[in-house]
């Protein structure tokens, strides 16, 4: 049972809650059932790998019991850390087998078997006796110290000539009824689930485990052997080597970038020498907020090496003309600094806005942005804080500067100047045909980018090309364990021959059910009964497409083994997250009070899905046609034999199960003291009839009646599992996709519910699976960005004490999304969380050059009351920088972009979307918006609007001193 709670409960109060309801339930319960296991489970609480157990000499299940008593004490030492128990074995168990023909020739019932055990083998209290000054405890062989001596147990009572339990059973120290194997490289063997707790970090978990394993390996038998398999941390490994190489990448790119316009190599290595700085204390203050090293959060930092450049080299750059103008060395810093500090200012807090949603998001978007959004975030208030500080201190002590050499006031003579004039001379030309331009361009933009909005695919994540994959293998219903596992071992055998026999670097497979000793394993892993199995597989090597190799392996298997069917699930730890439980990123639930109804719409649902050409793995998982062997008791018939419903159970338990619940018995062994189960029951290899389970004794001392003599036995069909939401069942239709984005399959899938028409009366149907979580995610990055542009448009109003002029930035948006939408469209990439943060941070940096642009030309607006010649002045002095920060940051972003590096596939939209944001962004501020500002701005008033009761350019002051 899986409880979910509204954000924002109070999960103390809750689990008390449930804690008390449990217990009013336990009267309810069948006798001997025991009471419920409740434990908090977070949708990040996911397993990060498998801690493998492997021996040549030792059973799977004594290998459990090795894994259960010797591994996990130190395990749960481990900050963060949470396991279920040993996956792969049966519990050790003593097993008291009884034989049917002995029973009878005796004529003796299971159930007397079980009385006997549980009169002889009990554990109860001793007290003292006082003799003389001693006082003694009066402890009893009430439990046996030797397994042996339970076949020495008498069944009867007051009888010389007796019949003892080994006269009709064997006694053996084995273990509970198998009812699932777990296979490590196609050989048997026990495994335990590594999972962290939902606020732990990954990367720390298991770093942590990997320096207990020697410790683990010495309490280890010597023919035991360990190791730490399918290890989920070398995504976030593999990012944070990305996240070096592109930080390496970048900075020497951006490096090379500001040498090739200042040509200056000094002040190439300052811009470079903040990066580092930077990127190392938003870490610190990552950590010190309580965010851990995930995939969001160094997508935050891999984002924030590219924006770092701007504010450093926007700084550099203007030093550089102050240089130009003939000032010393002290004095051009000085300047330079002080005249960009505010827009510099202004520019850290417009892209700080665009992230600032992210404290408004509730749910799965706002937990995976918000690591982000503050990565970015510290990330560019330091920056910001370094280019007024650090940069002017590196700049004086290692720039070369000769006031002599400076041809003052002009500029050098260079061909970044010869450009300048000849695109100042452009603007002019253009200016003259301003407003048509800006009209046509706005109207062909907003027209573009909502065309280019509905063709681009939208996911929730980028899908990525990973080494690993997991799949759920599936044979017909009630297919026993055995025959299970011969068919995952063909499986197996099978893949080597496609891969390659080399390639596999390691298979993990559990076939069948836990036993119902470990309530809580099937959190972690749950499969539906002795037919399913569940397989990871690892490769050495693999460089092509997963989603092709996924789809040979469909046609590969449809061939050679076509009684067995496949549906691929997620591997990945964000993956398990984001789906929340959900096997497939397609889910359908058909719920109804009538099951069958349920169930004949479902099978409408699927064949309609089935239609759709891209779709994979459609299917129904519940097993609804389960083989069954129906016992119908005649109660009349049995009463007059003396019987009724509860005699024949008890006996029907002994034999086709176990009394492991219904009459709890326990054997007290070892040096360490452990309680193990004793438990009666009947070999599986002897019940294998129906004729053997028809002559099953039923009544003390008599070898007639039979389970024959009162009652029927059937073969049957019945459904296996029963899926309720509340009270209201629920059949579940589920699909993979194959090279289709996600809100494309969710479109059709709605098409294909709309296309059954009217449902029949109380059956209701819903979309699960992904299809909410990519509605919730992009419905809020969307409003974030709408609330975002608002903040900004407040502040900036704010600052240019203006509306028109903060509309004129604003104009730059719609380019900037155009192009992004372009870039994702020609690289063949999806509007996806990753893709939409770098769109959003291409708006922010937009946003920072067109006030970059704009806040110079209102100054010389102001100065000389011309609109249009202060805009074509502006994009003269900014376009270096504008253009150099432009270039340094996409510089800075290629390595991302290109995916250079393991897991590259996961960011590389995000670097995609920022790159093709700031082409679009570079021609809108340098073409477009001085066309704008010239069209809006050339009848404004060069009085100041400000309140400030001292600033004597403004329309409100009033000089007293006259």
């Not at 025959?483 to 021959?497: C, D």
């Not at 239709?733 to 009217?758: C, R």
Request: glycine content about 6%; some cysteine; hydrophobic content about 45%.
């Amino acid at each position: 049972m899986k409880i979910t709670f509204y954000e924002g409960t109070e999960m103390g109060e809750a689990i008390a809650s449930i804690n008390a309801l449990s217990n009013r339930s336990q009267v309810f319960l069948p006798p001997g059932a025991p009471p419920p296991f409740i434990i908090r489970f977070d949708a990040s609480s996911q397993p990060v790998g498998q801690l493998v157990f492997r021996s040549n000499t030792k059973t799977n299940n004594q290998l459990q019991d090795i894994a259960n008593f010797n591994a996990r004490p130190f395990l749960i030492k481990i900050p963060g850390l949470t396991t279920a128990p040993p996956f792969g074995g049966s519990p050790r168990t003593i097993e008291i087998n009884i034989d049917p023909y002995k029973l009878r020739s005796h004529n003796l019932s299971p159930e007397q078997v079980v009385e006997a055990i549980s009169r002889n083998n009990i554990t109860s209290p001793s007290g003292n006796i006082y003799i003389g000054d001693k006082n003694y405890l009066t402890p009893t062989n009430n439990t046996v110290k030797n397994i042996e001596e339970l076949g020495d147990v008498p069944i009867f009572k007051g009888t010389v000539d007796n019949v003892y339990i080994r006269d009709v059973a064997t006694v053996k120290d084995g273990a509970d009824i198998a009812t699932g194997y777990a296979l490590i490289d196609g050989k048997r063997s026990v495994y335990i689930n590594i999972a962290k707790a939902g606020n732990a970090s990954t990367l720390d978990v298991v770093n942590t485990l990997k320096k207990q394993l020697p410790d683990i390996q010495r309490n280890m038998p010597d023919d035991v052997k360990i190791s730490y398999e399918f290890d989920q941390s070398v995504y976030i490994s593999n990012a944070l080597k990305s996240l070096v190489v592109e930080g390496v990448l970048g900075a020497l790119l951006t490096g090379l970038m500001v040498l090739l316009f200042l040509n200056d190599r000094r002040a190439a290595l300052i811009v470079i020498m903040t990066i580092p700085i930077s990127i190392i204390s938003a870490v610190l203050f990552l950590k010190l907020f309580g965010q851990t090293i995930n995939i969001m959060s160094l997508s935050g930092l891999a984002l924030a090496i590219g924006i770092l450049v701007d504010e450093s080299t926007v700084t550099i750059e203007n030093i550089h003309q102050h240089f130009a103008m003939g000032k010393t060395k002290a004095q051009a810093i000085w300047d330079a600094c002080k005249e960009i500090a505010f827009p510099k200012l202004l520019i850290m807090l417009c892209i700080l806005a665009v992230f600032a949603p992210a404290f408004m998001m509730t749910g799965i978007p706002g937990s995976l942005f918000m690591p982000l959004a503050m990565a970015i975030g510290f990330s560019m208030i330091i920056s910001f804080l370094l280019s007024q500080t650090f940069v002017p201190v590196m700049a004086n002590w290692m720039m070369k500067h000769n006031v002599v050499n400076c041809e003052n006031p002009a500029h050098k003579e260079d061909r970044f100047t010869k450009f300048r004039e000849k695109f100042s001379n452009f603007l002019s030309g253009l200016m003259k045909f301003r407003k048509p331009i800006v009209g046509i361009s706005l109207i062909a933009v907003i027209l573009a980018g909502a065309g280019l909005y509905l063709i681009t695919g939208k996911d929730v994540l980028p899908t990525s090309n990973s080494k690993q994959f997991q799949v759920r293998l599936k044979a017909a219903d009630g297919t026993r364990i055995e025959v299970t596992e011969k068919k995952v071992k063909n499986f197996l055998e099978l893949l080597k021959a496609k891969v390659g026999k080399d390639n596999v670097a390691i298979s993990s497979v559990f076939i069948g059910q836990h036993p119902s000793t470990f309530a809580v394993s099937p959190i972690y892993l749950y499969n539906a009964g002795p037919h399913e199995a569940l397989m990871q597989v690892a490769l050495k090597e693999f460089n092509g497409n997963s989603d092709e190799l996924k789809d040979e392996l469909r046609q590969y298997y449809k061939e050679k083994m076509p009684d067995l069917q496949l549906s691929f699930e997620p591997i990945e730890l964000t993956e398990k997250i984001l789906s929340q439980g959900a096997n497939n990123p397609v889910e359908i639930r058909v719920s109804g009070m009538m099951k069958k109804m349920n169930m004949m719409t479902a099978n409408k649902l699927l064949a309609k899905l089935k239609e759709l050409d891209y779709m994979r793995d459609q299917q129904i998982p519940q097993s609804m046609n389960y083989p069954a062997m129906q016992i119908n008791i005649d109660r009349t018939r049995a009463a007059q034999l003396g019987l009724d419903a509860q005699d024949i159970a008890k006996s029907l338990v002994a034999a086709t199960a176990s009394t492991r619940y219904t009459n709890k018995n326990f054997w007290v062994g070892g040096m360490m003291g452990i309680a193990y189960d004793v438990q009666v029951q009947t070999p599986q290899n002897i019940l294998n009839s129906k004729e053997e389970l028809e002559n099953l004794p039923l009544t003390k001392n008599q070898d007639r009646p039979v389970l024959s003599d009162v009652a029927t036995v059937l073969p049957t069909k019945e459904m296996g599992e029963s899926y309720n939401l509340g009270t209201m069942g629920y059949t579940t239709v589920t699909a993979n996709l194959h090279k289709k984005d996600l809100e494309q399959a969710s479109k059709d899938v709605k098409a294909a519910i709309a296309s059954l028409g009217e449902l029949p009366k109380g059956i209701n149907i819903e979309v699960a699976g992904l299809a909410p979580v990519l509605d919730e995610t992009l419905g809020s990055l969307a409003s974030g960005l709408l609330i975002a542009v608002v903040v900004i448009y407040l502040m900036l109003s704010a600052t240019f004490q203006s509306f028109r002029v903060s509309w004129v930035i604003l104009s730059t948006v719609p380019f900037v999304i155009v192009g992004a939408l372009v870039a994702l469209n020609l690289t063949g990439s999806t509007l996806n969380l990753q893709s939409y943060m770098g769109m959003i941070m291409s708006v922010g940096v937009s946003i920072a050059n067109a006030v970059l642009l704009i806040s110079n030309a209102e100054t010389i607006r102001k100065s000389s009351n011309d609109a249009l010649g202060a805009a074509i002045e502006a994009a003269k002095l900014r376009i270096r920088p504008i253009v150099m920060t432009t270039l340094a940051m996409v510089a800075g972003m290629l390595p991302m972009a290109i995916g250079f590096g393991e897991g590259g596939d996961q960011v590389s939209p995000l670097g995609r979307a920022v790159i093709g944001g700031l082409i679009f962004s570079t021609f809108s501020v340098l073409i477009v918006l001085p066309l704008v500002f010239g069209w809006v701005q050339k009848k404004a008033s060069i009085v100041s609007n400000s309140l400030h009761p001292e600033d004597e350019e403004s329309i409100h002051f009033v000089n007293l001193k006259k």
